[in-house]
C-alpha cells in the first residue's frame, strides 16, 4: 500500500469515528434498516424496512408508497390485514404515525395493531375517515374506535359498551390526507390523538390480557391504506 492509500484509509476511518461519535452525543443511532432512535424514540422508514424484508404481511400485499419518502401502503382484501414491524416488542408508551384512508362510506379502516399475541389476537386503534364529517350524529360518533380482538372486537363493544370505545374526531381532519394517529399506552387505558391538535380524541380503559407485544399497521375488512414515518417511544 503506497502513503497516498495509506492516507485516504486513515481519514476515512477518522470521520467514522467522528461521526460515530457525533450520533453517540446526540442520543442518535442509525441501523442497516434505516431506524433510528433519536432521544429514546424510535423512527422506522417503512419503505426501506419492506425492502429489506422486516415487514410481515398478514392477508395484504405491501408495496412502496410512490408518493411520499419511507411510506408503504396495503392494498384491499375482504377480512382484516395486519403489516407487523418485525422486531419490535412494545409494553407501555406511545406509538405515533401517519395514515391516509379513503373518503368511501365502509371502505376505509385503518390504524395500528399493538400487544400482539398471534397474526388474530391484539390490540387495535383505527380510524373510519368516511365518518370524519359525517352530519349524520350516530356515524359521526363512530370516527375513531379502541378494540382488542378477537374477543373485544367493535360489535361486541358498540353492543354491550355503546359509545366508551368510539368517539368523534375533529372536522379539521382531512377524511382523505395524511392523518398523524398518536396512541399512548399505560397498564390501565389507551389514550388517542387524531391529527395535528393537541385534543385528545379518545380515552378508553386498556382491554385483553396481553401486556406487550408487536407492533404492527392494521386496516379493516375491504380497506386499502398507506402508512408513514412510524416512530415509538417507550415509557420511562
Given amino acids: 500500500m503506497n502513503l497516498t492509500t495509506s492516507g ?4 476515512r476511518a477518522a470521520i467514522a469515528v467522528a461521526l460515530s461519535a457525533m450520533c ?7 441501523s442497516a434498516d434505516q431506524t433510528t432512535t433519536r ?18 404481511a398478514v392477508n395484504r400485499e405491501a408495496t412502496p408508497q410512490a408518493e ?9 382484501r375482504a377480512g382484516n390485514g395486519v403489516l407487523w414491524v418485525d422486531g419490535t416488542d ?7 404515525l401517519d395514515v391516509r384512508g379513503r373518503d368511501v362510506l365502509q371502505q376505509s379502516f385503518l390504524g395500528v395493531a399493538f400487544h400482539r399475541t398471534s397474526d388474530e389476537a391484539y390490540e387495535v386503534v383505527y380510524l373510519r375517515p368516511f365518518n370524519f364529517r359525517a352530519t349524520d350524529p350516530a356515524r359521526h360518533q363512530h370516527a375513531v374506535q379502541y378494540a382488542s380482538v378477537p374477543d373485544f372486537d367493535w360489535p361486541r363493544l358498540r353492543q354491550e359498551f355503546p359509545e366508551e370505545f368510539e368517539n368523534p374526531v375533529d372536522a379539521a381532519v ?9 396512541v399512548v399506552v399505560t397498564p390501565k387505558s389507551v389514550q388517542i390523538y387524531v391529527g395535528t391538535g393537541s385534543a385528545m380524541a379518545l380515552e378508553v380503559r386498556k382491554l385483553g390480557s396481553a401486556s406487550r407485544g408487536m407492533i404492527g399497521l392494521w386496516v379493516g375488512n375491504g380497506s386499502n391504506g398507506d402508512f408513514a414515518n412510524l416512530r415509538v417511544t417507550p415509557a420511562k
Fill in 8 to 11: 485516504s484509509v486513515a481519514r
Fill in 24 to 30: 453517540v452525543s446526540v442520543g442518535l443511532a442509525v
Fill in 39 to 56: 432521544g429514546g424514540t424510535q423512527s422506522y422508514d417503512l419503505a426501506a424496512l419492506l425492502k429489506a424484508g422486516k415487514l410481515r
Fill in 68 to 76: 411520499r419518502a419511507g411510506a408503504v401502503r396495503l392494498d384491499e
Fill in 90 to 96: 412494545f409494553a407501555e408508551g406511545t406509538v405515533e
Fill in 174 to 182: 382531512e377524511p382523505t390526507g395524511w392523518v398523524p394517529l398518536k
